[in-house]
T-cell receptor
Framework: TQLLEQSPQFLSIQEGENLTVYCNSS?????LQWYRQEPGEGPVLLVT?????EVKKLKRLTFQFGDARKDSSLHITAAQPGDTGLYLC???????????FGTGTRLKVLA | GAVVSQHPSWVICKSGTSVKIECRSL??????MFWYRQFPKQSLMLMAT?????????EQGVEKDKFLINHASLTLSTLTVTSAHPEDSSFYIC?????????FGQGTRLTVV
């Protein structure tokens, strides 16, 4: 059973556009992570959100954790071709580093 | 930062043979490591939890006799795919956690022909 549903699954946009990726679940998590993965490589951590309602910014990326700690969003402003990749949310139900990964959002930013 | 290294990065093997993949934490000790599998165009699926000095814990649907895991030291876990078949072809990724963060290896692409 996939506990983390991401939407959209695929997204192709023009350089300079904004986008939002969603990660939803019916479970409550103590923390949630966002990763970015390039083809043929392991995922790289972008951010960890812990507190309900928390907002974190990483340059043009804004991450938000839902108030109930069941969902999260990733917003990218003025997307660039270098943002192209697979974006994954991940969370643990056990409070350990044993992660369940979201279904993934494949982003392609066209120059 | 902490680094987790996998070896090999890619491997091609014949059906029926076994393949061993290593996962090393280079600058920290990890009592627990995790093994994931990722099929093309899909997300990562947790296969098992590798525990140093004890048996691995497998997720539902993962055959423990086919995917042998050994965590003999605090810096090394190995995954052996036994009697590999083409359907085992996948991208295998390990992770190891320090006290504050989980780090992922670069992955191993296994192709069984």
């Amino acid at each position: 059973t996939q506990l983390l549903e991401q939407s959209p699954q695929f997204l192709s946009i023009q350089e300079g556009e904004n986008l939002t990726v969603y990660c939803n679940s019916s479970s409550v998590f103590s923390s949630l992570q966002w990763y970015r993965q390039e083809p043929g490589e392991g995922p790289v951590l972008l951010v960890t959100v812990v507190t309900g309602g928390e907002v974190k910014k990483l340059k043009r990326l804004t991450f938000q954790f839902g108030d109930a700690r069941k969902d999260s969003s990733l917003h990218i402003t003025a997307a660039q071709p270098g943002d192209t990749g697979l974006y994954l949310c991940a969370a643990s139900t056990s409070g350990t580093y044993k992660y369940i990964f979201g279904t993934g959002t494949r982003l392609k930013v066209l120059a | 930062g902490a680094v987790v290294s996998q070896h090999p990065s890619w491997v091609i093997c014949k059906s029926g043979t076994s393949v061993k993949i290593e996962c090393r934490s280079l600058d920290f000790q990890a009592t627990t490591m995790f093994w994931y599998r990722q099929f093309p165009k899909q997300s990562l699926m947790l296969m098992a939890t590798s525990n140093e000095g004890s048996k691995a814990t497998y997720e539902q649907g993962v055959e423990k006799d086919k995917f042998l895991i050994n965590h003999a030291s605090l810096t090394l876990s190995t995954l052996t795919v036994t009697s590999a078949h083409p359907e085992d072809s996948s991208f295998y990724i390990c992770s190891a956690s320090s006290s504050t963060e989980a780090f992922f290896g670069q992955g191993t692409r296994l192709t069984v022909v």
